[in-house]
């Protein structure tokens, strides 16, 4: 049977019995005996977050229980253990005073067994989130010294544990979350026989094999998750001798599998989930009503207003597309100069205007455009198809674009799809793209065009029908080079007739290479058109008279059999053959290819040279030294652990080096098994810049068909890089100081694209790439040094290109940095500004947490100054990349009480990077918590130190009380006092009543790092309890617990202040130690109370003196309970005191008028 704890704590069950012996409601789980059940507490009808523990070391779980005790969360343990850890394991757990349920397992399947069968628990218990939690040491995980440090802070800190709850409780959101750094695509490094088990365990769920190329996982099986999501598990049955013997992580297992399988399970309903979330996305960028007011000062700060022409051309002879898109049209706000519609429809049910004209179309309309062009004297012309619809905003972001930008003479934006179910499918496209471009129109069909700009080039050839306005950007190319086109990052145009119907249409696939080639041939381009891997799609191979010397530089050290596989397949299968080798060996110890290198030069083969560079390992020192010794016209960097597939490699990588306009040409490189390496890297991509598509299978299109097709990137890996010899001296090579060994292929392409040369990318360059391969023995001595190198390569990078990182205009800024790149979070968190400029203040809040504090003094003022429209700005949990904080550009950063080794390092990195004004937030004297308070074993021993260096870090300290701006002074020269108010729509409508008890109700609220506190009043709780009932809130001390009346569990803040009004106090009490640490807080407590008006006694120190109808008392408890009793006879009198509390409170405390004002002065630099 289940026994249930006693009041005292859990027990462990005698005898040991299966759990299908209990009550009928437990569910049947083979191989898992009971240990201890306690039942999950549930709270208005809201289950507790479970949290799944494997606790395999016991001293790993003490880590995790520590961290559990701090979260505000209700939360149930379902732990699991194997025999001989039981006893201690059950002993942690009982002190922790968490609610546990303890099973114990046989020691098989990993952590990933006894998860399962703890799922059938958690669906009785009817648990809808979840974390899972393991104290397994995993090679996956890296060293075992920062394992456990770096996983628990990133799944148990108290605001990631909440955001994470909420993300998990709104449907919307993708039902798994972990740690960003152990995601990784499931087909990344993905054995042969793990590949075929997913797909039979696919195949048993009822789910579609395809998304195992779609899905993520989290390396290591600690995550977030919603308990549905493993449904299709349960139903599978899997039972234990399904899985091998317990032998840790090997490919082919099926716990090694199913690691990787929970990613699959979480990716079934991902489609739906992305569209919800898009529209989601999409109504949250719309102007606010306070920005649309301000429209007029804006526009009259432009240089110009331009007028703008919108021309709706009518293919379909549909009236109801037509009316759909004329409404629109009338809601922008920016108004059209003039509409022309060509359509053989009759305009019914469409309101005449001044500005609308309804034209036949006829049989070739850009014959007729040609003929508008030159009657309409407008500034800009915009053209649409029937159907379309613009955003409110389209035509003002157009305008304003214009209007900045005079050089600017043709522009596209973003879009999608309009279908019955709302707006779907968004197409992110990139800054103009040349080699793109003419891969195929992928500027999509909504162009806009200055009229004098088209007129000068002739207008629309018709010969080219539906292309003939991408014939018309090509001629502008031509005359005003490629900064004449403009590309607009935001969705503005909604299309019935989407972007892949468009590409697909006959007139499209038809005039996709005869514009190409007419637009080459103007510019005197010897060249070849071929057809593209896709119908719409071309390739240009472009002629050259010359067959140049190109010198292939690698470097190595060691690794012969690599080596040889490299040499070989450059020498058996390249078919241009005018090239050279150069090795360059670098220090190679092993007999055997110290023996090869000494023969090779014995061999004296003018074609295969050996070089020595016998100093430390500097990749970039490397490289040069060879360029400086290389005979050919152009080079080609190339790692020793490649290999070459295609033989036509170096001819597809040299037509294009040899255009006068391209710099650096890359490669395409696949791993080993045949998925992706490297398609081009993107700037910002997981932090500096990284390889977007890893994982995805070599015969995938990509995002926009762009792992198929010849396009421009910023930058390219060296791995495989050719450019001439040239331009490498000219721009300096690689930095062999700065960027010894990351980031200087990245460098290099920077430095040629400033020089005004394309980087080329290129898939009809085919190699193998088999990059780094992790190792399992770590030398963490090695590894540190490496992190701090990698640290400042990394600060290298930012400081020289930050700019440029943040803004790569192969990608879009709607796309998101992290994970393979090329698709969308969809954030509706981060502060949306179309415009160049802005009108407000931008502040950036990293608040401490999502409780108290973090609310009074960071989110609650933002929120408050934001909706007054006194400021802008966003909240952030967490800190930002460099990158993110160049794209965001606040005037203000704000942090709040971080101290800890990241923390610190962001705000390093803050202050290197960003040019915003610092503002450090604290509202407490951490350097002295006293024992008995939570935090005093939670903080560092060194908080001082760090207190000052984070202090440091910023411009401005503010503070919530003076005692604590003295304690700190020295800290910053400049400290501000900005007392802690109430928020007015929390706190300024709440209802009390008073006499609702048998006895009157006698209260207390606070949370766990109060229980030092709570012991000034200890004997006066035990020596009233028959004459009052004492009403407890948050937390209540076991030793007083027999002596409470009314306990209630902590809320969310938001709910916070109802719930405190509804104790319905007859009389609250806040007693403080006298101490320094208590000295120098805030009065909170009083205003709280006093908003719900409620009669106060407190303690007579610091912080709670002042203008307050407060009874005071020292810390003694015939003191307090002499107050209590004099209240208590005195009902009436108390019952004012607490009214006039309440006055003082709502006419001088709350976050409005002055007082709102003080938080923006101190926010904002003088």
């Known amino acids: 049977m289940i026994i249930p704890p006693s009041a005292q704590g859990a027990h462990r069950v005698s005898e040991r019995q299966s759990v299908n012996s209990g009550s009928s409601a437990a569910p049947h789980v083979e191989e898992c005996e009971v240990l201890v059940a306690q039942p999950p507490v549930f709270e208005d009808g809201e289950p507790p977050v479970g949290v799944v523990i494997h606790a395999s070391y016991p001293e790993v779980l003490q880590d995790i229980l520590r961290r559990l005790i ?53 669906r009785a218990d009817n648990i809808r989130a979840l974390v899972k939690l393991h104290t397994k040491r995993s090679l996956n995980l890296g060293g075992e010294s920062d394992w456990g440090v770096e996983l628990f802070d990133d799944l148990l800190g108290p605001v990631r544990f909440s955001r994470a709850l909420e993300h998990l409780a709104d449907p919307v959101h993708v039902p798994m979350l972990g740690p960003q750094r152990y995601r990784l695509p499931v087909t990344r490094f993905l054995s042969e026989s793990d590949g075929a088990l997913l797909v039979v365990l696919a195949e048993r769920g009822g789910i579609d094999p395809q998304g195992i190329n779609e899905a993520d996982y989290f390396a290591g099986t600690m995550f977030f998750a919603r308990t549905e999501v493993f449904a ?124 609308l004209v309804w034209l036949p179309l006829a049989e070739s309309w850009p014959s007729q455009l040609n003929e508008l062009l030159q009657e309409i004297e407008v500034d800009w012309w915009y053209l649409l198809r029937g159907g379309d619809e613009l955003d409110p905003h389209a035509l003002l972001l157009l305008a304003e674009g214009i209007a900045l930008n005079p050089g600017v003479s043709a522009c596209y934006s973003d879009e999608d799809s309009l279908t019955a179910e709302g707006c779907q499918n968004p197409v992110f496209k990139p800054d103009l793209n040349l080699d793109m471009l003419r891969s195929y129109p992928y500027v999509g069909r909504a ?22 306005p991408h014939d018309l950007l090509f001629r502008l190319i031509e005359n005003h080079g490629l900064g004449t086109v403009g590309h607009l990052a935001d969705v503005l145009v909604h299309q019935t007739i989407n972007f892949p119907q468009w590409l697909g249409e006959p007139q499209v696939i038809a005039n996709s290479a005869a514009i190409v080639g007419a637009h080459l041939q103007r510019l005197g381009v010897a060249h070849e058109l071929q057809a593209g891997p896709l119908p719409m799609a071309n ?16 470097p190595t050290k060691d690794c012969l059999p690599m080596l040889l596989r490299c040499i070989e397949s450059i020498m058996e299968k390249t078919s241009y053959t005018n090239y050279e080798l150069i090795i360059v060996d670098n220090n190679s110890e092993t007999t055997e290819a ?31 030294f060879a360029a400086s010794h290389a005979r050919g016209d152009y080079l080609v960097l190339l790692n020793n652990d490649t290999a070459v597939i295609d033989g036509d490699w170096l001819g597809a990588l040299l037509h294009h080096a040899q255009r006068p306009e391209v710099g650096v040409v890359g490669a395409k490189l696949l791993f080993l098994d045949g998925t992706v390496q490297h398609a081009g890297v993107v700037l910002g991509l997981r932090g500096v810049a990284d390889h977007p598509f890893i994982g995805d299978s070599m015969h995938s299109n990509g995002y926009l068909h762009r792992l198929h097709l010849d396009q421009n990137y910023s930058a390219v ?75 400042g390569e990394q600060s290298v990078m930012y400081q020289r290109w930050l700019a440029q990182i943040a803004n790569d205009p192969a990608y879009n800024r709607n796309l998101t940095l992290e994970g393979s790149g090329f698709s969308s979070k969809y954030r509706t968190d981060t502060d949306w500004h179309p415009f160049a400029s802005r009108e407000l203040p931008h502040v950036l809040c990293h608040p401490l947490d999502s409780f108290g504090s973090g609310h009074y003094r960071v989110r609650q003022p933002f929120a408050v100054l934001k909706a007054a429209q006194l400021i802008g700005g966003t909240v952030s949990d967490e800190g930002l990349q460099p990158t993110e904080l160049e794209r965001i550009a606040p005037d203000t950063i704000i942090f709040q009480g971080q101290h800890t080794t990241p923390h610190l390092e962001y705000m390093q990195d803050t202050k290197a990077f960003s040019r915003a004004f610092k503002v450090y937030e604290l509202d407490d004297y951490i350097l002295d918590v006293p024992a008995g308070n939570l935090n005093h074993e939670l903080l560092p021993k060194d908080i001082t130190k760090r207190l000052k260096n984070a202090v440091g870090l910023c411009d401005r300290l503010v503070v919530s009380t003076e005692p604590l701006a003295n304690a700190l002074k020295g800290f910053n020269a400049d400290i501000r006092v900005v007392e802690n108010r109430l928020p007015s729509h929390w706190w300024s409508d709440l209802t009390s009543h008073r006499q609702q008890g048998r ?18 009043i200890a004997e006066v709780v035990r020596a009233l309890e028959g004459e009052v009932e004492w009403v407890f809130m948050g937390m209540c001390p076991p030793a007083l617990r027999p002596y409470v009346h009314e306990f209630h569990r902590g809320v969310s803040i938001e709910k916070y202040p109802q719930r405190l009004a509804g104790l319905n106090l007859d009389l609250a009490l806040a007693p403080l130690k006298d101490n320094f ?40 408890s015939q003191d307090w309970i002499a107050a209590i009793r004099e209240h208590l006879a005195e009902s009436d009198a108390s019952a004012k005191a607490g009214e006039a509390l309440r006055s003082v409170v709502l006419d001088h405390w709350m976050l409005k008028d002055e007082h709102l004002l003080a938080w923006r002065n101190a926010w904002l630099a003088d």
């Open 70 to 122: 701090k979260l505000p969360e209700r939360l149930h343990l379902y732990v699991t253990c194997v025999a001989g850890r039981d006893d201690e394991i059950c002993a942690q757990l009982t002190a922790s005073r968490l609610s546990f349920s303890l099973y114990r397992v046989p020691n098989h399947g990993r952590d990933v067994l006894p998860f399962l069968r703890m799922l059938p628990f958690l």
């Open 232 to 355: 299709p598990l349960e139903r599978m049955q899997l039972k234990g001798n399904d899985f091998e013997a317990e032998s840790g992580q090997l490919d082919g297992t099926l716990a090694h599998t199913l690691e990787r399988f929970f990613g699959v399970l979480a990716n079934v309903g991902r489609e739906q989930r992305n569209i919800d979330l898009y529209q989601r996305w999409l109504a949250s960028r719309q102007l606010a009503a306070v920005e649309v007011e301000g429209l007029p000062a804006r526009l009259a700060n432009w240089p110009r207003q331009p007028d703008v022409l919108l021309v709706l051309t009518d293919t379909a002879g549909d009236i109801g597309l037509l009316r759909s898109s004329l409404a629109s049209i009338d809601r922008q706000l920016y108004q059209a100069a003039a509409i022309v519609v060509l359509s053989n429809v009759e305009p019914v049910g469409v309101t005449p205007a001044d500005n």
């Open 447 to 468: 162009l806009s065009f200055s009229r004098e700009a088209a007129l000068a080039a002739d207008g629309f050839d018709p010969a080219f029908s539906e292309l003939a």
């Open 539 to 554: 390739r240009v191979v472009y002629q050259h008279a010359e067959q140049p010397l190109v010198s292939i530089l690698i």
């Open 594 to 624: 110290r023996e090869w290198f000494n023969g090779m030069e014995l061999l004296n083969n003018p074609k295969v040279r050996i070089l020595r560079y016998p100093h430390p390992f500097n990749y970039s020192a490397i490289n040069n």
């Open 717 to 791: 890996t060296a791995a495989c890089l050719m450019i001439s010899s040239e331009l490498y001296q000219q721009v300096g090579g690689m930095d062999e100081v700065g960027l010894a060994v990351s980031f200087n292929d990245v460098d290099l392409c920077l430095k040629v694209g400033q020089a005004g040369r394309l980087i080329v990318w290129t898939p009809y360059a085919l190699l193998v790439h088999e990059a780094s391969v992790s190792q399992n023995n770590v030398d963490t001595t090695k590894e540190e040094a490496k992190r701090k190198r990698f640290k």
């Open 999 to 1016: 006895k009157p109700r006698v209260g207390w609220a606070g949370g766990s790092s109060h229980s030092a506190d709570l012991q000034v």
């Open 1077 to 1116: 640490f208590n000295a120098c807080k805030s009065n909170l407590r009083l205003l709280e109370y006093g908003a719900c008006g409620f009669p106060v006694i407190c303690s007579d120190i610091v912080c709670y003196r002042g203008d307050f109808p407060v009874t005071r008392v020292r810390n003694r």
